[in-house]
């Protein structure tokens, strides 16, 4: 196997020896993300593989669509090997279409989440002088006008492709059903170091990407696979968006594929939604944050919908309160598997037969053997088993660095090539891992994760601001909610004003701060950095 080479495509490589040692192992071998599908049309070419809505797609079909669909971008859009794309798809069968379709011409797929808005993918677009941008419209969202303004800007924006109700379109866009051709060979994927960008929650000012190798995803899935017993019989429902890591891979739509099993698409996370779809669908396996976990308790025992086919719950993405955790087999009747993971890599489950106790109370252990992980201090020095440390992974499917950020890998890897995942955790006797804090400057708000510098860069921006800070504070049903404290020199606008002009901005509606206050000075640390948790008090 060819061994991803150059820095210069901003792709930092496995070094030789860990990639011989990994290939060596088995865990990475030649097949590519669209092979595993074709594999899989190969032995279950009848079977159901996806539903979305009232449509369905078997294996074969799947696997044939996304052949003319990967034609078509290649003749009609004249996209190749190398281009990137950037995908704004809600949780309907295109997203899955167009990202095998992608890969399999060597387009490398940027996977945005449809919560983000035109900020995020104007800067995805720019960043990775995408020539593509496939959306569809969203309740709620005017994602053709998204779409517009940033192909305006963006000289190197040369298409979009759109998804959806052709009346709603933007003007020029192409319609993704008009790029099925039948019959139409595609030219072989020229071999590219990495397949697609994931997307990091980040701490910094700017959104980072995720560079993920065919190779590398592919073996965190089958590694997931063989954790969760994904099977030809596993009936998948897609709750979270169809993009995220978790769904997508921690085993999610690609272990179900892989196996055989079929994907259920939520078009909404409700209770309700997803709970007709289990009954409909006898779906056995589904993946939540916790918040919509606790949703899901409490529509249980009134819902009118049977629900009896669900085996197990995953849960993931922020911290599970163990008094939630406890209440998830009494009340759904199914084993809860909690999910600790990150679109850098390391995934750690809780397993099937685990003890009861370590189900609620850990967030389980690394999937793979060849997992490496550290727990350190702030010298970098391991601590004592049972003293909560900072967690550092290197291993077979956690990325060397992300794309195109020298100066930000300086600081998110060490020594090694370990990941510091800024996350605090114990290791318990046992070997399972509890996430305990985290020393990142992050907001982890229900499982979507806020930078906090890139807000207050963002709200620095505003004429009255003189100073800002953005902090998480608890919140019972979030985890977290996040709070700006703003200095303001003369006039305060109003805590509204200042959501409407971070709106206003085209960011997620997820970062726009839930509290906004004012502060005369912000509290500073003896080195002059500003304080948080000095100012978590003063909220
Ligand atoms: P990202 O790097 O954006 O993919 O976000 C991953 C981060 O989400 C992790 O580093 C943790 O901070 C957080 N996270 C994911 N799963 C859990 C979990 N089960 N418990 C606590 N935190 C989690
Ligand atoms: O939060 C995450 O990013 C996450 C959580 C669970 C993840 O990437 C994953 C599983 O793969």
């Not at 596993?234 to 979270?240: A, D, F, I, P, Q």
């Amino acid at each position: 196997m060819k061994l991803p080479s150059m820095k210069a495509s901003g792709f930092t490589p496995w070094p030789e020896e860990a990639v011989r040692q990994y290939q060596e192992a088995g865990y990475w071998t030649e097949q590519t993300i669209p092979e595993m599908l074709e594999a899989s049309a190969g032995t279950y070419p009848e079977q159901v593989a996806l539903v979305s809505g009232d449509q369905q797609w078997t294996y074969q079909a799947l696997a044939d669509q996304v052949d003319e669909l990967a034609a078509g971008f290649q003749q009609t859009l004249k996209l190749k090997a190398g281009d990137k794309a950037v995908l704004h798809l809600p949780n309907i069968g295109a997203f899955y279409l167009s990202f095998f379709a992608l890969l399999k011409i060597g387009v490398q797929p940027v996977l945005a989440l449809p919560a983000h808005r035109y900020y995020e993918i104007r800067y995805f677009c720019h960043f990775t002088e995408a020539k593509a941008l496939i959306t569809a419209p969203q309740m709620g969202v005017d994602t053709a006008d998204i779409a517009q303004k940033v192909a305006n800007e963006l000289p190197t924006l040369e298409t979009i492709v759109w998804a959806g109700d052709n009346s709603l379109k933007p003007t020029g866009s192409v319609d993704l059903d008009s790029l099925f051709l039948s019959n139409a060979a595609t030219e072989p994927m020229q071999e590219q170091d990495f397949a697609f960008f994931q997307l990091s929650g980040g701490t910094t000012g700017t959104p980072k990407l995720i560079p993920r190798t065919h190779t590398d995803y592919l073996y965190s899935v089958r590694a997931s696979n063989d954790v969760c017993k994904f099977s030809h019989q596993t009936r998948y429902l897609c709750v979270l968006p169809a993009a995220h890591n978790f769904p997508l891979s921690s085993p999610g739509a690609l272990g179900c594929f892989m196996a055989g099993g079929m994907v259920v698409l939520s078009p909404d996370p409700s209770p309700q939604t997803a709970f007709q779809l289990i009954e409909n669908h006898q779906i056995t396996v589904a993946a939540l944050v916790p918040p919509l976990a606790l949703l899901w308790l409490d529509e249980a025992p009134r819902t009118q919908y049977d629900i009896s086919s669900l085996q197990v719950l995953q849960v993931g993405g922020a911290r599970f309160s163990e008094a939630a955790a406890r209440r998830v087999k009494p009340t759904l009747n199914c084993t809860l598997q909690q999910v600790f993971g990150m679109a850098e890599g390391l995934v750690n489950y809780t397993r099937l037969d685990d003890p009861d106790s370590v189900i609620v109370s850990t967030q389980g252990r690394p999937m793979s053997p060849a997992d490496e992980i550290l727990v350190v201090n702030e010298m970098g020095e391991p601590v004592p088993q049972g003293t909560a440390g900072m967690l550092c992974a290197r291993g077979p499917y956690t990325i060397r660095g992300y794309y195109n950020a020298p100066e930000h890998n300086q600081r998110s890897f060490i020594t090694g090539g370990y990941y510091r995942t800024g996350d605090v955790v114990v290791l318990t006797k046992e070997g399972n891992l509890q996430v305990v804090g985290r020393d990142k400057e992050q907001i982890n708000r229900g499982g979507e994760k806020i930078a906090a510098q890139e807000i207050e860069n963002h709200l620095m921006v505003h004429d009255a601001v003189h100073d800002a800070a953005v902090i998480a504070i608890p919140d019972d049903y979030l985890g977290e909610r996040s709070c700006a404290a703003l200095v303001c020199l003369e006039d305060k606008p109003k805590p509204i004003e200042i959501k409407r002009f971070l709106r206003n901005r085209g960011l997620a509606e997820f970062k726009i701060p839930d509290r906004v206050i004012f502060v005369d000075v912000l509290p500073k640390t003896p080195v002059g950095k500003i304080n948080k948790n000095k100012l978590l008090e003063l909220v």
